[in-house]
């Protein structure tokens, strides 16, 4: 079956613009994660979905940053007022369950670069 | 605060050496631990996960240890390939939270 899909593949924005980045889980998995990679730097967890609840938001890095997830299947991550050190790759990935005893499946993506 | 480290960060070998790849963790309470491969452009791929139970874990030619006292796991690839060429993340997770390591990127020279 099809895999975890994001998009837009690749985002450049101007700093202070707002950007929206999609997730698409695989079908049927309850529990979704975003990532953030920045250059040189470890995956960096920003927020973990099980359904539509965020029981943990603690990994978002400012208040500009939010997300949602509809009909417990698609994800949407914002970014409010970009900043350069908003320039990263941002994962996604589900799993069936969710907790530690699942496996995770990334998606390819988005590279956001802000100028 | 949970630390992972990956020893080292860049590795190169010649096609057919077994090789090892070393991941250090500060916090030993850790439900689970998975290797993964990122390959350029791309997400990543899961390769093993080792329950904390659990000792090691393999697959094909790759084998996944974990000694959750001391706060370490490896990887050993055996007869290396450059298909096998990619950065190998580590992934501990300590509650709902997963924390990963900066990676090594394996170069494999046919």
């Known amino acids: 079956g099809a895999g975890v899909s994001q998009s837009p593949s690749n985002k450049v924005t101007e700093k202070g613009k707002d950007v929206e980045l999609r997730c698409d889980p695989i079908?049927?998995?309850?529990?979704l994660y975003w990532y953030r990679q920045s250059l040189g730097q470890g995956l960096e967890f920003l927020i973990y979905?099980?359904?539509?609840?965020?029981?943990?938001k603690s990994g978002l890095p400012s208040d500009r940053f939010s997300a949602e997830r509809t009909g417990g299947s698609v994800s949407t991550l914002t970014i409010q007022r970009t900043q350069q050190e908003d320039s990263a790759v941002y994962l996604c990935?589900?799993?069936?369950?969710?907790?530690?005893?699942?496996?995770?499946?990334f998606g390819p993506g988005t590279r956001l670069t802000v100028l | 605060k949970q630390e992972v480290t990956q020893i080292p960060a860049a590795l190169s070998v010649p096609e057919g050496e077994n090789l090892v790849l070393n991941c250090s963790f500060t916090?030993?309470?850790?439900?689970?631990l998975q290797w993964f491969r990122q390959d350029p452009g791309k997400g990543l791929t899961s390769l093993l996960l080792?329950?904390?139970?659990?000792r090691e874990q393999t697959s094909g030619r790759l084998n996944a240890s974990l000694d959750k006292s001391s706060g370490r796991s490896t990887l050993y690839i055996a007869a290396s390939q450059p298909g096998d060429s990619a950065t190998y993340l580590c992934?501990?997770?300590?509650?709902?939270?997963?924390?990963f390591g900066t990676g090594t990127s394996l170069t494999v020279i046919p």
């Open positions: 916090d030993s309470a850790i439900y689970n």
């Open positions: 080792i329950q904390s139970s659990q």
């Open positions: 990935a589900s799993s069936l369950i969710g907790g530690t005893l699942d496996t995770q499946y």
């Open positions: 992934a501990v997770s300590s509650g709902n939270q997963f924390y």
């Open positions: 979905f099980q359904g539509n609840s965020a029981p943990d």
């Open positions: 079908s049927g998995h309850t529990a």
